[in-house]
Structure formats: C-alpha cells, structure tokens
C-alpha cells in the first residue's frame, strides 16, 4: 500500500541536496527579514516580555508551513512541465506510497525551515525552549500544510492555479494565523474565526512550548486531526490525477 | 502478451478511443500507426494506468490494467512521447530512482543500470547531468531506463520522434536488440519506414479506431508491390502494380511525369481512409 514512498522521498532529498545552500539560503529570506523588521526595527515588548521572543516561535511555525507548502510547486513543475510525475505513476507505486514519500520530503523542509528560523532567533537573542513539544507541533504543522500541498497540487490544471491559491491560502494565513500578534486580542468574532485556521493552532502549541508555559493538548490533536484529513484528500486526489 | 477488448475513451466533445480490440502476441514488434490525434498515446496512456477507459478491458500479461494496476505495471517499461528524465539529476540517479520505484534491491539497481545502458550506448554518459544531453542520448538514456527491472513489454510511444535520421536508424538497431530479450514491444509512431522496418505487425489507427492490421508485406501486398504517382489534374493519382515493367508500361502511357516506386504503408492507409498519414 505504501510501496515506492522511499524512492519518491529519496528523490525530493536528492533534489534538496543538489540545490544545498541555495534552498537553505532562501528559506532564511522572509524569517529574517521579518526578524529585522518586526523584531528588531519596530522593537518592544508584549505582557512585558521582548516582542522578539513572542516572535520567533510564531516564524519558525510561519516558515515549516510556507516551506511545507512549497513541496506543490516542485509537484507542479514535475508534473505539467519535466512530466517526471507520469515516471511516477507508470510504476507499481500505490497513491498512498506517493503521498506518503512527498509528504515526508515537504516535512523534512518545513523542518528545515523551521530549525534555521530558531536559528535566526538565536543570533537575534532569542533562546527558546525547543523541546519535543515545540518540535511536535511543528511536524504536525508541516504534515498538514504538505499533505495539502500534495492533494492540491493534483486538484490544480496549471502554475498560475498554484500560484493563486498561494495569494489566498496561505499568504492570508502567515499573517493572520497568530504569528505577529496574539490572536485573542482580536474581537471575539474574528478570534473565532481564525481559531479555524490550522496554523493558529501551530503558532500557539510551538510559542507555549517554546516559552515554557502550560500545553493543552487540543492544538495537537486539532493538528493531528487535520493532518489525516489533509492526507487521505491527498490520497484520493493522486487517485484521481489521470486523464 | 497485450490483449485490447473493445476499449473505449471519451474526451470533452470527442472520442478518443471508439471500440479498438486488437491482440499482440509475445515476443512480437507490433507497431501502432495513425495520423496525430487518432488516439495512439491514449491507448499507451491505459495500459501504463495514466488513463482509465471508459470501457472495454485492458490486460497485459492476462492482467487486468484497472482492476490489478500495480500488477501491470510492473509488467511494462514505459518511454513517453515526451522527455521525461529528471533534468536536475544524473542518468545514473535517474536509473536508479527507477530501480527503486520498481522495488529493486541496490545491487541489482546497479547492475541492471549498467547493463540497460551499455545495450543502449550511453554507459559513458552515466554520470552526465541529463540537461547536458542531446535529443537523441536523451531518448537512448529513456529507454534504457525502462528496460532496468526487464519488463515483459515494453511501450515506445513516438520513440524517435524530433529526432535526426541517423539517431533514428541507432535507436531502430537498439529496439532490435531488445526484442532479442523476449520482450513484447508495442511503439506508435507516424514514421512509415520505422513501422515497416521494425514491425512484425500493424495496426492502423483513424479517428479511434482500428482501421487496418496485419503484417506490412501482407498489408502492402494487397494492393501491389509497384506504385506509379502521377498529376491529374490538380491531384496526385497512385496506381499499384504487381509487376515492375506493368507500371511502368502505364507510367509511360500517361500524358504527363510520373515517379515509379514500391508500395509502402501509407499507400494503405491511404486507401482505407482517403487520407495521407502526417
């Protein structure tokens, strides 16, 4: 059911690698600019704490989500441009082991992304406490955002799809999803409202682990939740994705 | 080895596929000939599972493409009209992402890599990154790539396609080669020499359907083995002779030039249809 995931994972690490210092050049560019302009320009502080501390966590969630996301992109350039994507689907590779194999390649970036963002963090200052939560919260983050980013990828009928649901998808949810301001400042209508949004919930579980405080576990499971949903809409969508 | 049985596709506003039932035997070079959009890669693209039929069975190897598809495709080595080689890799990383993709144990990957590249003239380009390649390497290096986990059939669609004569007739030499392994090969193609060169047997294909088939000399041979072409008027008028010097006795009778040749594949497809091939 899930065979042939390894070698669709070996292919995106082998890509990642070749491309090395580049993708992780890249995805150091908004964390720290945002880190310069947010954090470091407009410096102050929240609840009287530096607002570069309630920062940080909130990036490193923003970043394993836009670089999850960015696994549809690549999906996209193999499949309507390299037609690598047929390679694929001409073999015995079940859609399961496909999603599978994507899915844990757009983990490992968002990963990635998120560890050089606490990195970022640290040359500005910030120490947060990264601990197993921290880091599950965000893998839970990033095994959402790539499992939709997969299943859409195979919804879409070109670039210029992708490239808008980026404008409204995610780009919405980078800025409202909690990680520049505390969400429950906001008017209870709208609080509510962006409690549907999964990186809300990323942002609080990662900036609650990262500042030690108290964890419910409803983030985790709300992500978690999603995350299976995200992975069989991704399943069934591969499924689809023939002519 | 590759049994159709009245496989019908339907595109938006058309049919792709209008009941096309044929057989091809194993060990057999069988070549699927048509103008451009008579449905030849629709018909690879179902037994490859990139597209479902709208109805009829698809089997190879006695499998089922829709009910068992991981079974049949393990069956096959697909080479895509289209280039389809990982450009940002090496061929090798590409053969052996391959390999895996079909399950094979690292050892064997390599060893099967080698030897598909060697029978295809490229071991000398394993470590090149693709995007340096030429047309023609990079067609060689695909098909190579099918062949690494020894697929009892193999689908060429266009194989030569874009490329120069003498790449073509090196391909042709290599598609011979395989078949001396025991593969099945089903090529399409719109190259009436490849199809006559390499074909055991051929199928016509117009509009969706099968309109032709049986082996080029027997199909040629039904209407003669001598063509003479001539003006009339503003259109090229053929006739077909059994005898060299009957065509050209009538050749000579006629009141303008004419060209005497043999008959070849698009003579018949133009008598079954009324229309030229390209």
Not at chain 2, 11 to 18: D, H, K, M, Q, S
Not at chain 2, 28 to 46: H, Q, S, V, W
Not at chain 2, 189 to 207: G, K, M, Q, S
Not at chain 2, 234 to 255: C, I, K, W
């Amino acid at each position: 059911m899930i065979r042939g995931w390894s070698a669709v994972y070996y292919r995106e690490a082998l890509i990642l690698r070749r491309r090395g210092l580049k993708t992780l050049a890249s995805m150091c560019v908004s964390p720290l600019l945002y880190l310069l302009a947010f954090g470091w320009a407009m410096s102050g502080t929240l609840d009287d704490s530096p607002y570069l501390r309630f920062l940080v966590p909130g990036l490193a969630a923003m970043s394993s989500m836009t670089q999850s996301w960015a696994i549809a992109a690549d999906i996209n350039i193999a499949r309507f441009y390299w037609r690598i994507f047929d390679e694929v689907q001409s073999a015995p590779v079940a859609p399961m082991g496909y999603v599978l194999g994507e899915v844990l390649a757009g983990m490992t970036r968002g990963l990635a992304a998120a560890a050089l963002t606490v990195g970022l963090g640290l040359a500005f200052g910030v120490r947060p406490w990264c601990g197993p939560a921290f880091w599950l919260a965000l893998a839970l983050n990033s095994f959402f955002f790539a499992s939709l980013a997969v299943g859409l990828a195979m919804r879409i009928k070109s670039h210029a799809d992708q490239a808008m649901l980026t404008n409204f998808v995610i780009t919405p949810m980078a800025f409202l999803g909690g990680t520049f301001f505390p969400v429950e400042r906001l008017p209870e209508w709208a609080h509510t409202l962006l409690l549907l949004l999964p990186l809300t919930h990323a942002t609080r579980a990662a900036r609650a682990a990262a500042t030690g405080a108290t964890l419910p576990p409803t983030p985790f499971f709300l992500l978690g939740g999603a995350g299976v949903a995200a992975f069989v809409f991704a399943v069934r969508s591969v499924a689809k994705a023939r002519d | 080895m590759i049994d159709l049985e009245n496989i019908t596709k339907r595109f938006v506003g058309a049919n792709a596929l209008n009941g096309v039932s044929l057989r091809v035997g194993a060990g057999e070079i069988f070549a699927y000939l048509g103008p451009n959009g008579a449905g030849k890669t629709t018909t690879i693209r179902i037994l490859t599972g990139l597209c479902a039929p709208d109805g009829g069975r698809a089997l190879v190897g006695g499998v089922d493409v829709v009910a068992q598809p991981t079974v049949a495709k393990a069956l096959c080595g697909v080479v895509s009209q289209a280039v389809n080689l990982d450009q940002e890799l090496t061929v090798a990383e590409n053969l052996d992402i391959h390999g895996r993709l079909f399950g094979m144990p690292p050892g064997l990957r390599e060893r099967r890599a080698r030897e598909s590249l060697e029978r295809l003239d490229v071991a000398d380009r394993a470590d090149s990154p693709v995007r340096e390649l030429s047309g023609g390497y990079k067609r060689r290096v695909m098909i190579a790539r099918a062949l690494m986990h020894e697929p009892r059939v193999l689908l060429l669609d266009e194989p030569t396609v874009g490329l120069d004569p003498a790449v073509r007739r090196r391909l042709w030499a290599a598609i011979k080669r395989i078949r001396e392994t025991g593969a099945t090969i089903l090529l399409t193609t719109h190259y009436i020499e490849e199809a006559e060169f390499l074909a055991d047997r051929v199928a016509f294909l117009d509009a969706g359907r099968v309109v032709a088939l049986g082996a080029p000399r027997e199909l040629m041979a039904r209407l003669g083995d001598w063509a003479v072409d001539a003006l009339n008027g503003e259109e090229l008028r053929t006739d077909f002779f059994n005898d060299r010097g009957e065509a050209q006795t009538f050749g000579a009778g006629l009141p303008g030039p004419f060209s005497l040749r043999r008959v070849n594949l698009e003579d018949v497809f133009l008598r079954v249809t009324g229309r030229k091939l390209a």
